[in-house]
């Protein structure tokens, strides 16, 4: 009797225990089935991207962005997002970056969007205008004025997703060979200076060269140019051009607000879960916000030792030469709206921003500045 009782709650207990196993298998094969989705979450999944860039591997300033960033995005992402940064030509040359990002080749890219001028000609609005936007107008024109928009319309035929990767606030004119005195010197004169600007010095007598950064000291050594804009004192100071030149000149009249760029491959883009998504996003937004601070705190400290520690000349730009060059800024500029909607519609939004900061900058940035100057002590430099 005790025996035929107990049969019975064998078997049920067998069967129990069985249907517990199959539904543990459902489970994880679910959990596998989510994993392999296009979407991955969860803290035990790493995802890896590659960035390349246009700029010398360790380079500080620039190259300092893409790394900056992806810091950040591993530690935000609690290491389920990581990102490689790789310095211009360990993976590709430095004007491929854009191609390699549309292509998937990299996930990632950091440059300059006037590197793609060949390519898209209106790309030269999202690094600077000729006598254009500061920095502090080029951040509120993106973030809060349609420019980024129009910047994300502008990519997506070419399946790539921009953000704004950092400025260098008004950089120098550049570094010369020779002094300049008039606007008559430029003739002849070959430099390197890309985008829009590059067509505004040709057109004002001189040839524009394109070179990347790491070929620029070898060509101002060797004579293959007379001058070169790079970037500022902090920049400049580190890539020896003091070594190579005697005059420097300024102000930026061709980059009054250089903005770089962070590129994203739109597909892996979209294969990131939201939470993913925002931390790219913010992580570029503050990198971008990072570049300009760290500028404004080293460029005059960088000034300071070119003045006084090598036989750097600091010089201003010539009216005359100010002139010519503002002149050919304006022809390049409705020369390149002509033939191109696309450059139409972004200078529109550009210029119509442009008109209403500076009505406000008047009476604030330029006032404030004109004020200071008043009471405080006049600026010398040590060379004039």
Do not use: C
């Not at 700029?55 to 810091?71: C, V």
């Not at 205008?129 to 349609?146: I, R, S």
């Amino acid at each position: 009797m005790k025996e035929r009782t107990l049969l019975p709650v064998a078997v049920v207990s067998l069967l129990l225990l069985w249907v517990g196993t199959l539904a543990l298998w459902a489970t994880e094969a679910q959990m596998t089935d989510d994993d392999a989705g296009p979407r991955v979450s969860g803290s035990e999944t790493s995802i890896e991207w590659k960035l390349v860039t246009t700029w010398p591997k360790g380079l500080p300033g620039l190259g300092s962005a893409p790394e900056n960033f992806a810091r950040r995005v591993g530690e935000m992402s609690n290491g389920r997002l990581t990102v490689r940064v790789y310095g211009a030509g360990e993976v590709v040359p430095p004007f491929e970056v854009f191609d390699a990002v549309s292509q998937g080749v990299a996930e990632m890219g950091h440059g300059a969007s006037y590197y793609w001028k060949g390519k898209i000609p209106s790309s030269v609005f999202y690094t600077a205008v000729p006598f254009g936007m500061t920095a502090q107008e080029m951040n509120g024109w993106l973030h809060y004025g349609g420019g980024l928009e129009l910047w994300r319309e502008l990519y997506a035929p070419f399946g790539v997703r921009p953000f704004a990767g950092g400025s260098t606030g008004v950089q120098m004119a550049g570094w010369f060979n020779r002094e300049l005195k008039s606007a008559s010197d430029l003739d002849g004169l070959k430099m390197r200076i890309p985008g829009l600007a590059g067509e505004v010095f040709a057109a004002s007598g001189g040839t524009a060269v394109r070179l990347a950064g790491g070929e620029i000291y070898t060509s101002m050594q060797t004579g293959v140019i007379d001058a070169v804009e790079w970037v500022g004192p902090y920049n400049d100071r580190t890539l020896g051009l003091m070594e190579v030149a005697e005059y420097y000149y300024y102000p930026g009249w061709h980059e009054p607000g250089a903005m770089l760029e962070f590129t994203v491959n739109q597909a892996a883009f979209d294969r990131l879960p939201a939470d993913l998504q925002a931390i790219v996003e913010g992580a570029a937004r503050a990198t971008n916000q990072d570049m300009l601070d760290e500028f404004t705190a080293r460029n005059n400290e960088s000034l300071t030792t070119l003045l006084e520690e090598h036989s750097t000349k600091l010089r201003p730009l010539p009216d005359d030469v100010m002139d010519v060059l503002h002149s050919n800024a304006v022809i390049a500029l409705e020369e390149l709206k002509k033939d191109d909607p696309m450059a139409q519609k972004i200078s529109a939004s550009y210029e119509a921003f442009l008109d209403g900061v500076r009505t406000y900058h008047e009476i604030s940035e330029r006032a404030y500045l004109n004020a200071r100057d008043r009471v405080l002590p006049p600026i010398t430099f040590t060379d004039q």
